[in-house]
């Protein structure tokens, strides 16, 4: 199969949590026409939930090698929980080790969603956040808290929807 007649502008790679559906969609009507969409699933045997989501990006190099022969014009790993867990150094980190070993980008949802934030001009920003207060915690304001530091953010109860107040120490 010849990219120049399948996917003239070239192959979208994705990377998508291995029980979430919705990315897969999503990446499937968002690339212009020649330009095809091909998801790979982001896979851990570990039983922990958070320990999935870390092994989802300290896995990522193997997982790209699912791709085999395949080389994607870029690589989008749709899954902010990742970063939340290891943090902002050490996802570049793997990104830049994945991007000279396949030979071609690798971006991260969390890091397309600052690229959007400094686009926007934000400086402030509110979260809420549908995760357990491990997973939330990196959205506490703090002292060095980052390009876009949260003025509010809460957490919501898990498993559940209804939103409680946020914690102390939480503005």
């Not at 192959?11 to 559906?21: D, F, H, I």
């Not at 491990?134 to 929807?161: C, D, M, Q, V």
């Amino acid at each position: 199969m010849s990219q120049t007649r399948y996917a003239g502008l070239g192959r979208l790679g994705v990377g998508t949590p291995q029980a979430n559906p919705t990315v897969e969609d999503e990446f499937a009507i968002m690339p212009p026409r020649g330009m095809s969409s091909n998801v790979v699933r982001l896979t851990s045997t570990a039983e922990d939930p958070l320990e999935r989501l870390r092994r989802y990006i300290e896995d990522l190099d193997d997982t790209l090698g699912d791709f085999d022969v395949l080389k994607p014009a870029v690589f989008g790993f749709a899954c902010t929980g990742s970063t939340y867990l290891v943090g902002h150094e050490r996802e570049r980190e793997i990104v830049a080790a994945c991007e000279a070993r396949r030979g071609y980008p690798v971006v991260t949802a969390a890091e397309a969603i600052l690229w959007a934030l400094d686009r926007l001009n934000a400086r402030r920003i509110v979260v809420i956040a549908p995760y357990p207060p491990a997973l939330a915690s990196p959205f506490r304001p703090g002292p060095e808290p980052g390009p876009h530091p949260p003025t509010r953010a809460a957490s919501t109860t898990w498993p559940g929807a209804r939103l409680r107040r946020p914690s102390p120490g939480w503005t």
